[in-house]
Every structure is written in structure tokens, then in C-alpha cells.
């Protein structure tokens, strides 16, 4: 499995609505038997929304994000990958194929990944739909 960033977003976010599904799957998920992979990618657009102030009505410091950052690394089932050799070929077939511009591409990145690793996406983004190589997780639905 891998993390995209919305699941790690909701987890801490007490005031959104998908906040307890998140942080649940999340705890069960980075303490159970799978391995759990969190790209950097995802781990910086956590950072990045987490302290922004037009995000979030109470957002992170950034020390505050980092420690989640830290202790979500630390978790017994987690792992983090790293774009082989077949990446640039995958993320090219899938951006060209699929004619993604935007932020479809950090999408993307990740589904490239995920193809590269044999891992199945977990995010609450229902454009990881458009990816039919890959099977989507929504740990909220």
C-alpha cells in the first residue's frame, strides 16, 4: 500500500468529517502485518498543506508537522520508496497515455510508483480511478 497525502491530512484534522475514518485506517494500518509505503512526495504535500494557514483554519507549525512526519517514518510497518529505474518510463506511458497536465501529475508520480512496486493506492482522491493499473484504497468511502 501506499500513502497519498489527503490520508495523512485527514488523520490529523480534527475538524474534517473524514478525520476519525483516517486516523483509524492510518493506526491500524502503520501498526498491522503490511507494509505501508510513504513517499517523500506525499510526506512533503503534508508539510506543505499542513502549515498553510489558507488550508487550514488551526494549521500545523511546521515543527509540529515534521514531528508527524517523524513518527509516522517510525511506525513498525513503514516504509519508504524510492522512484528504480523503471520510473521515468511508467510516468511518461501514464502522463502521455493519459494526457495529464497539472496536478494530475503529482498523481501521477505516485501511481508510477505504485505500479513500480506492485502497490495499491490509498488516498481519498477519486482520481486515482483514472489509473487502471493500479487498484485504489478510500479509507473514508
Known amino acids: 500500500m501506499l500513502l497519498d497525502a489527503n490520508v495523512l491530512l485527514y488523520s490529523i484534522d480534527a475538524a474534517s468529517p473524514f478525520h476519525k475514518p483516517a486516523r483509524d485506517w492510518l493506526t491500524d494500518a502503520l501498526n498491522g502485518p503490511r507494509r505501508v ?12 498543506i499542513a502549515t498553510n ?4 483554519k488551526t494549521p500545523l507549525t ?6 508527524c512526519v517523524e513518527r509516522w517514518q517510525a511506525a ?7 522512484p528504480g529505474r523503471g520510473h521515468g518510463p511508467i510516468l511518461k506511458e501514464l502522463i502521455t497515455r493519459l494526457d495529464l497536465r497539472a496536478g494530475l501529475v503529482s498523481d501521477a508520480v505516485l501511481a508510477a510508483m505504485c505500479i513500480e512496486h506492485g502497490l495499491d493506492i490509498v488516498s481519498a482522491d477519486s482520481d486515482f480511478a483514472r489509473f487502471p493499473e493500479i487498484t485504489w484504497i478510500n479509507p473514508v468511502a
Open 53 to 56: 494557514p489558507r488550508a487550514s
Open 76 to 82: 513498525p510497518a513503514a516504509w519508504t520508496p524510492h
Open 37 to 48: 509505503a510513504i513517499p517523500w512526495l506525499s510526506l512533503w504535500a503534508f508539510v506543505r
Open 62 to 67: 511546521p515543527g509540529q508537522a515534521w514531528e
